[in-house]
Structures are given as C-alpha cells and as structure tokens.
C-alpha cells in the first residue's frame, strides 16, 4: 500500500523565481493538505484541496496557490518566491467522511531554499 | 483560533526512564487531536487519534491520553530508537486544517 509521495525531495531556487511542489496522496484518499514547516516550528497549514476546489485557506499569502487533479494528486505553486519561503513543504492525504475527516497522512516533504 | 502549546521543548531520558509529554490545548468544539512522530528531515509519522475527554490509546511503548484541556504522551521505559520530535495537532469546530504545536524534542541516551 503506497503512503504519500512526494517531488522532488530537495530544491534549490533564487529569489523572484517560481517553483511547481507536487504530491500523490495514499492509496484511496481524496483529499489533500499542505503546510510549511520552518526549523524548529511545527507545520503551518496552508490550504487543503478536496473535489478540485480548495476548501479551506491559511494565512498564506496569494502567491501560494494550488491544484488538485481528478485522480487526487496535487501541485502546490509558490511565484515570486523569497528567503523567508525556505522550508519544508509537507503535503498530508486523507479521506473524507463527511462530519468525522479520518486522519491526515503525511508524505517526506520536500525541502526547499531559496538563495 | 485554536492554539496548541507543547512542554517541555526538549527532554533528555536515561534508556528505561519513563516520562510524558505534554500537550494543551483550546479549541472550539475539538474534532480530534492527534500525535505524530517526526525524525529529522522526514514528514511526520501519525501515532494516535483522540477524539473525546477521557479516552486512551496505546501503541509499544506509547499510551496517549486525553482531557478537556490536555494531552499527555506517556514514554514507557523509552529506547534510543524513540528519540525523535513529538508533535501534537488538534482539529476544531468546522477547521479541515490541523493545528501543531512546536513539538517536544525527545533524546533518549543507552
């Protein structure tokens, strides 16, 4: 049973550029989460994505925008990138029971620095 | 806005010295609060699922528990390989997101 999956695992951009993060959620979910985790910080939430459509938003910036496809994976786009988007991107499936979401699974991450 | 606050930030244990985590919590209307295990550079690992006051769940060497107002990791006679980051999350009210704390960082010494 494949878990979360997701690339690249390391990625180094330049500020001002863009960077495209994407995720395979597990076997049999359809919803997917990202969130940025910064040294020493727990994950920040940044939006979530069920049927297409992001259902729910953090206090990110719109430079962060997403995408889920029909088959659930997903893309996290980042533009305009700066220092302080250096982190790690974590993206987290689930599946969705109505009124009781079952638990979030997370993948390694992706590691990204900008320079 | 929910908020999640973890304690002690880091602990040190002897191999066999058992000890807990804490982890509290305000939330409106919780949903669940869960416990992950993170080791360095990788995602978090998913260890429990609490969903009412007073409930428990045991795995190995881990029993979590829950309060109305807070979270306890008990860390039985730990081994090395328990040294990691523990991080608790909640989820509120009609939130899909999770909420973490900081995390715990446990070191476990042979």
């Known amino acids: 049973d494949a878990g979360v999956t997701q690339s690249p695992t390391h990625l180094i951009k330049t500020r001002g550029q863009q960077v495209t993060l994407r995720c395979s959620p597990k076997?049999?979910?359809?919803?997917v989460s990202w969130y940025q985790q910064a040294l020493g910080q727990g994950p920040q939430f940044i939006f979530q994505?069920?049927?297409?459509?992001?259902?729910q938003r953090g206090n990110f910036p719109d430079r962060f925008s997403g995408h889920q496809f029909p088959n659930y994976s997903s893309e996290l786009n980042v533009n305009a990138l700066l220092l302080g988007d250096s982190a790690l991107y974590l993206c987290?499936?689930?599946?969705?029971?109505?009124?009781?979401?079952?638990?979030?699974?997370f993948g390694p991450g992706t590691r990204l620095l900008v320079l | 806005e929910d908020q999640v606050t973890q304690s002690p930030e880091a602990l040190r244990l002897q191999e066999g010295e058992s000890s807990s985590l804490n982890c509290s919590y305000t939330?409106?209307?919780?949903?669940?609060l869960f416990w992950y295990r993170q080791d360095p550079g990788k995602g978090p690992e998913f260890l429990f699922t609490?969903?009412?006051a007073g409930e428990e769940k045991e795995k190995e060497r881990l029993k979590a528990t829950l309060t109305k107002k807070e979270s306890f990791l008990h860390i039985t006679a730990p081994k090395p390989e328990d040294s990691a980051t523990y991080l608790c999350?909640?989820?509120?009210?009609?939130?899909?997101?999770?909420?973490f704390g900081k995390g715990t960082l446990l070191t476990v010494n042979p």
């Open positions: 987290a499936s689930s599946l969705d029971l109505g009124p009781k979401e079952e638990t979030q699974y």
């Open positions: 076997s049999g979910h359809d919803t």
């Open positions: 994505y069920y049927e297409e459509e992001e259902r």
């Open positions: 939330v409106s209307g919780l949903r669940g």
């Open positions: 609490l969903y009412s």
């Open positions: 999350a909640v989820q509120g009210g009609s939130n899909y997101k999770l909420t």
